[in-house]
């Protein structure tokens, strides 16, 4: 064999340092330097050097053990039974490989039996129980030690402190992953805004910033959640022989276990089940990065056994990166349809989620400046789902030298108007209203959308060309024939005559709408849909609110609309381009057919049978959509709101709720499954 040359000697020190500091970073520091993607990149790299040189393995490289040290200032806490990792695979082919190495191994005529469940991404821990009591909890640490965390394990929610029913061994250890649902993330995140404190960068790191305080009051705060996936130590008892019906076991001595769990038969099952996760990824009420396939019967996992760092009998199937690496190339400035300026960051294109991401919003100046984003910096780039692609933060070591900090501009980069920025605001805006063409697009985009006056066919692109050409210049223009027609439509890119005979039809029917669907498509600042469904039932007609926006304080007697909401209200109808478009619209020529709502009346109107009551709708209705739903509640009268509190009424609960109705539980609130909400609906 061929001694290895220096530069491959040297590749493997420096990979062996690189992972190490990056295990440090996120097991124990709690702040990662690069996303996974990166890290998973230079240990497959290390792996595939090691595997063809496995002469070069030291028993100090990162594949030969589990996981990182544990933390000073907490009392350590030995594991029985090693917390041993995943490897990982990242495509079908790898997967396949998986499949055909067990089935050599266990010499299998047969297709293997898997247990299947999703991959949270929180942090690992051990918890274990004496005669049904929590006795102990203790983080994965390297996977041998790690710190006890018991006073925090204890404040969470989902563990019981003591197990339900009876037959469970004198010893329990059972393995589980504490995680933040992105709910309680955000909400968490929301007060650190408020009071000006450092933002958690994802929920994996605030579930382990919480679990690792040494203050049990500050982890109590928190919303943390737990899942249990398997056992350590058991003594004194038996367990089911295999997997799945170990967790269901578990879950009926009380413990938590992910409700996505499935038992699947051979890879295509294993396939067909990663494929369902992905798609559902974004509606569950927790964070997962792929999901865990495990061989089901316990036999026949003892027979395969393990490698150094992990079960050959389970493997973790990663989803695709939803943070990457790339280059900031530009910053520009765009223009919202409240003239708000968002810098937005030009990147080097790189695939994020499986979808080529070439730009990524920095939300506002102080979100720039807070993390010093510049032309030339390397960034991490994250997208979860349909939300706009977002720069994380800084990779500070790979910052090239010269660079400089980006300004706000004076000006609009559109129409050249005077920004204004009022004192204590991060968002600075345009001055030059629907004069200002960029304005214009995103005022006529949300307009036609499909919670507004939902124009089917109208998109960006579309909207981009009408304006361009001079076609249309305010919403009231989308209904002038003399301007849409065959004609002016025809000479558009990809719009030929059978599209623009749909397009004009689809608009034609858009001509009778519902006074709150049309207050929410005016676009009218901080008046989403509950504000402008509650100032239609609240006025009646678009004339008796014009009227009272003249008193911005007779705005502020309809619930929920305070100073700051009346006064943007009340500046919109006071513009006199805006009372030209409303009488276009709207007057007694106009082009809409406004269906008015029966106002304070309709508090003493038989029919108004929600009358003062509020509703939250969650989860998958199966005889109407959720929008049918909320419109439904709001004609009887009922407010129809977006989180679950003291103050609401009934949660109206379809298919896979999450977590609006473990706090309507919690609360003691009247739940409502959809044949019950039905029958509410029906005439007395």
Known sequence: MMPASRDLLNRLDTLRAAIREHDYRYYVLDDPAVPDVEYDRLFRELADIEQSHPELITPDSPTQRIGGAPQEGFATVEHVIPMLSLDNVFTVEELRDFGSRLS????????????????????????????????????????????????????????PLRLLGQGYPDVLEVRGEVFMPRAGFERLNQQARIHGEKLFANPRNAAAGSLRQLDPRIAAARPLSLFVYGTGLVAGGAMPDQ?????????????????????????????????????????????????????????LQEKLGFVARAPRWAIAHKFPAQEQLTIVRAIDWQVGRTGAITPVARLEPVAVGGVMVANATLHNIDELERKDVRVGDTVTVRRAGDVIPEVVGVIADRRPSGTKKPRLPDRCPVCGSDLSRPEGEAIARCSGGLYCMAQR????????????????????????QLVDNGIV?????????????????????????????????????????????????????????????????????????????????????????????????????AQKHNQDILDQLAGAEGALTIAESTGRA???????????KTFVVTGTLNAMTREQATEAIRQRGGKVVTSVSAKTDYLVCGDKPGSKLTKA????????????????????
């Open 602 to 612: 309709s508090e003493i109107d038989g029919t108004q049978v929600f009358s003062g």
């Open 441 to 464: 697009k995103e005022s006529l985009k949300h307009f036609a959308s499909r919670r507004a006056l939902d124009i089917e066919g109208l998109g960006s692109k579309l909207i981009e």
């Open 104 to 159: 050599s191994r266990l010499d299998a005529e047969t297709q293997i039996v898997f247990s299947a469940e999703p991959k949270l991404d929180g942090m690992a821990v051990s918890i274990r129980y004496e005669s049904g009591s929590l006795v102990v909890a203790a983080t994965r640490g390297d996977g041998r030690t790690g710190e006890d965390v018991t006073h925090n394990v204890r404040t969470i929610g989902s563990v």
């Open 243 to 299: 997997h799945s019906k170990m967790l269901a076991q578990l879950a009926e001595w009380g413990l938590p276990v992910c409700p996505e769990v499935d038992v699947v038969t051979g890879i295509d099952g294993c396939i067909d089940y990663y494929q369902r996760i992905q798609a559902k990824r974004d509606s569950l009420p927790y964070e997962i990065d792929g999901v865990v396939y495990k061989v089901d019967d316990y036999r």
């Open 473 to 573: 210049r305010s919403s009231a223009d989308l209904f002038d024939r003399d301007r849409v027609n065959l004609e002016s439509l025809a000479g558009l890119d990809r719009m030929a005559e059978r599209s623009a005979s749909k397009l004009i039809a689809s608009i034609d029917r858009s001509r009778n709408v519902s006074l709150g669907r049309f207050l929410y498509a005016l676009g009218i600042r901080e008046v989403g849909e509950a504000t402008a469904h509650s100032l239609a039932d609240y006025f009646g007609s678009l004339g008796s609110l014009m009227t009272a926006a003249a008193n911005p304080a007779l705005l502020q007697q309809v619930p929920d609309i305070g100073p700051v909401v009346a006064a943007h209200i009340a500046a919109f109808f």
């Open 665 to 684: 539980r919690q609360l003691g609130l009247a739940v409502l499954d959809e044949t019950a909400f039905s029958k509410m609906l029906e005439p007395e």
